[in-house]
């Protein structure tokens, strides 16, 4: 199982700013299978990036993905307020898929 | 507009089997290009992905949690099953089912909206 590790575990910033969250793989994952999710209190999470650096539908550019082998960035180039919430990022391979922990991105 | 709905019991008995279905609307179950697939998320804490199921039956498990689950698929109805078994108060959660889609790099582009699944005597 390839277990996926993400930082900071909360970034406290203030509208404007940049956020940079990070997630970090046990073992090389395809940059083709890694995603991330945005998810606010009492709703589903909802598909932000895939394949590392794609904008899913509707997905505004300050959001932009990178990364390769074991280290994948998600970068907020400026917070607004509607992007205070958890963000996790996921792994697919060989039929199996797994979860960061999370980053929660609160108001500082 | 693709749509799931996941329903079935809110509460369990310790021992039981949690047995939920998620109804899937706005598309077909029977396309070749997706997976659907069953979520957990115990409340305040992260996801874990259970497993997914192809149309045709085919499924891989969370292999932390093989021993305990089935999945299968009603095409006619358009719907696709979970059930665990002998669960424990650990597997309280908000169960959520998805699609996944391989031209999105098996990501999770539609969600339910997800039910709570209490275990308790």
């Known amino acids: 199982e390839i277990v996926l590790t993400q930082s900071p575990g909360t970034l406290s910033l203030s509208p404007g700013e940049r956020a940079t969250l990070s997630c970090r793989a046990s073992q090389s994952v395809s940059s083709v299978y890694l995603a991330w999710y945005q998810q606010k209190p009492g709703q589903a999470p909802r598909l932000f990036i895939y394949?590392?650096?794609n904008r899913a539908t509707g997905i505004p550019d300050r959001f932009s993905g990178s990364g390769s082998g074991t280290d994948f960035t998600l970068t907020i180039s400026r917070l607004e307020p509607e992007d205070f919430a958890v963000y996790y990022c996921?792994?697919?391979?060989?039929?199996?898929?797994?979860f960061g922990q999370g980053t929660q991105v609160e108001i500082k | 507009q693709l749509q799931l709905q996941e329903s079935g019991p809110g509460l369990v008995k310790p021992s039981e089997t949690l047995s939920l279905t998620c109804s899937v609307s706005?598309?077909?179950?029977?396309?070749?290009?997706?997976?659907w697939g069953w979520l957990r998320q115990p409340p305040g804490k992260g996801l874990e992905w259970i497993g997914s199921i192809f149309y045709s039956g085919s499924t891989y498990y969370n292999p932390s949690l093989k021993s305990r689950v089935t999945m299968s698929v009603d095409t006619s109805k358009n719907q696709f099953s979970l059930n665990l078994r002998a669960v424990t108060a650990a597997d309280t959660a908000f169960y959520y089912c998805?699609?996944?889609?391989?031209?999105?790099?098996?990501?999770?582009?539609?969600w339910g909206q997800g039910t709570l699944v209490t275990v308790s005597s």
């Open positions: 394949g590392t650096s």
């Open positions: 706005g598309g077909s179950i029977s396309s070749s290009s997706y997976y």
């Open positions: 998805g699609r996944q889609y391989g031209g999105s790099g098996m990501g999770i582009e539609y």
């Open positions: 996921q792994q697919y391979r060989s039929f199996d898929v797994t």
